[in-house]
């Protein structure tokens, strides 16, 4: 079965400093989707970044951005001039095609006015 | 409309009640889902439907029960639940034959069980 760990339950990060979340995944398929989805709180789990394991480049939207080494099975996301409105549980999840989702135990993330 | 609703928003329920949870999305998307999901913690799958039809039971007690009149809705009906039931109740959507398998999530119904 597919696991995704998430090793950081909690971080936290100055407001405009850049901070990283890591995640690293165990699977034997070759095509699958990452994803980070960022759940803050008392409010809707929204998705903030996909990766497709084909694509050799890192997915990027404005200031988050992924590292994603396929052969290290590693799948960090990078927040940039971190915000206040960055304060959130992120979740790393796994999907490949008619497969549920497998999601991380999460990372609660501090940012610090 | 990217968005998946969900009604209602809190519930509070003695253990000998009936209630039922109810989720909509208008995207056209035909995988609907039901997570239940505690305090700091990532969603728990209980039930996958896809095109209509039941495919997916996560081993969830009986006292849930899950029910797709179209493609558009998804109810979660609830009786003689545990105070241990009490969670977000998250509902999710997808389309089956989009590659990428993102899913859209609903703000959840925070369910406490007296």
Redesign the interface.
């Known amino acids: 079965a597919q696991t995704v760990t998430q090793s950081q339950p909690e971080m936290s990060v100055q407001e405009a400093e850049t901070v990283t979340l890591s995640c690293t995944y165990d699977t034997s398929e070759s095509d699958y989707?990452l994803?980070w989805?960022k759940q803050p709180p008392s409010?809707?789990?929204?998705?903030v970044i996909?990766q497709?394991a084909y694509k050799q480049q890192n997915a990027t939207e404005n200031r988050f951005s992924v590292n994603f080494q396929k052969a290290a099975k590693s799948f960090s996301l990078k927040i940039s001039d971190s915000q206040l409105g960055d304060a959130a549980?992120y979740?790393c999840a796994y999907?490949?095609?008619g497969n549920?989702?497998y999601?991380?135990?999460?990372t609660?993330l501090t940012v610090i006015p | 409309d990217t968005e998946v609703t969900q009604t209602p928003k809190h519930l509070v329920m003695g253990m000998t009640n009936k209630k039922s949870l109810k989720c909509e999305q208008h995207m056209g998307h035909r995988a609907m889902y039901w997570y239940k999901q505690k305090a700091k913690k990532p969603p728990e799958l209980m039930f996958v439907y896809s095109y209509e039809k039941l495919s997916i039971n996560e081993s969830v007690p009986s006292r849930f029960s899950p029910e797709c009149p179209n493609s558009s809705l998804l109810n979660l009906h609830l009786h003689a639940l545990q105070p241990e039931d009490s969670a977000l109740y998250l509902c999710a959507s997808s389309q089956p034959t989009r590659r990428s398998g993102e899913q859209f999530f609903g703000p959840g119904t925070r369910l406490t069980v007296l």
């Not at chain 1, 409010?43 to 998705?47: F, K, S």
């Not at chain 1, 999601?103 to 999460?106: M, R």
Request: aromatic share 32%.
């Open positions: 989707y994803f989805y409010r809707q789990m929204i998705l996909r497709e549980m979740f999907w490949t095609t549920q989702f999601f991380g135990t999460g609660s």
